[in-house]
């Protein structure tokens, strides 16, 4: 019994030591914390780290070692990855094959990649899968430190699914992502 109850304690403080930082890197006072906001805190690292768990058997690169930024755009979006170390060319040339090969995915309406990370009820997943072809143009571009893929539809309804599986993504894989900064960002980069 008191083993288990080291264990439990043991597993409580490493949880607990998991939330000292906001996924944006905000220092966190627990003591001011409701008890609800605790257990959605605890919810969504536990979250985060199923995903990047599953992540594993679908992104051939480390996410920690990456970064992932999502621009929201009036007629779509841009998902940027790229490697926190430019001098980490094998995460840099993962990230590229895998943006390649999910792009040919998406293109043919297979979503099976992201349901098998994020799951089958990922918000703005459903109405991406039953998108006609040629109703989402989805390109892929090289990038300094690794690659983007640009999503554009004339259709309101597709526009809101691609924000919306942003948002998830974000929230989804915490302090490895980040918002973008729609068309400014876009204009920055290489």
Same mark, same amino acid.
């Given at each position: 019994?008191?083993?288990?109850?080291?264990?439990?304690?043991?597993?409580? &403080?490493?949880?607990?030591?998991?939330?000292?930082?906001?996924?944006?890197?905000?220092?966190?006072?627990?003591?001011? &914390?409701?008890?609800?906001?605790?257990?959605?805190?605890?919810?969504?690292?536990?979250?985060?780290?199923?995903?990047?768990?599953?992540?594993?058997?679908?992104?051939?690169?480390?996410?920690?070692?990456?970064?992932?930024?999502?621009?929201?755009?009036?007629?779509?979006?841009?998902?940027?990855?790229?490697?926190?170390?430019?001098?980490?060319?094998?995460?840099?040339?993962?990230?590229?094959?895998?943006?390649?090969?999910?792009?040919?995915?998406?293109?043919?309406?297979?979503?099976?990649?992201?349901?098998?990370?994020?799951?089958?009820?990922?918000?703005?997943?459903?109405?991406?899968?039953?998108?006609?072809?040629?109703?989402?143009?989805?390109?892929?571009?090289?990038?300094?430190?690794?690659?983007?893929?640009?999503?554009?539809?004339?259709?309101?309804?597709?526009?809101?699914?691609?924000?919306?599986?942003?948002?998830?993504?974000?929230?989804?894989?915490?302090?490895?992502?980040?918002?973008?900064?729609?068309?400014?960002?876009?204009?920055?980069?290489?």
């Amino acid at each position: 019994m008191r083993k288990t109850l080291v264990t439990c304690f043991v597993i409580f &403080m490493a949880a607990g030591s998991l939330h000292a930082q906001s996924a944006d890197g905000a220092a966190i006072d627990h003591a001011t &914390m409701d008890h609800s906001a605790h257990m959605k805190m605890m919810a969504q690292a536990k979250r985060q780290a199923e995903v990047s768990e599953r992540g594993k058997e679908v992104m051939p690169f480390k996410l920690e070692a990456t970064t992932h930024i999502f621009s929201k755009q009036s007629d779509g979006g841009i998902q940027h990855v790229v490697a926190k170390s430019s001098k980490d060319t094998a995460q840099v040339r993962f990230v590229r094959q895998h943006l390649q090969q999910i792009q040919e995915e998406f293109l043919k309406g297979d979503f099976s990649g992201p349901t098998r990370i994020h799951g089958q009820s990922m918000p703005g997943l459903a109405q991406l899968q039953s998108a006609k072809s040629g109703q989402i143009i989805i390109k892929y571009k090289n990038v300094e430190g690794g690659g983007e893929l640009t999503y554009k539809t004339i259709e309101p309804s597709l526009v809101i699914a691609l924000h919306a599986w942003f948002d998830a993504q974000l929230s989804d894989h915490g302090k490895d992502a980040m918002p973008g900064q729609g068309q400014q960002d876009r204009m920055k980069r290489p």
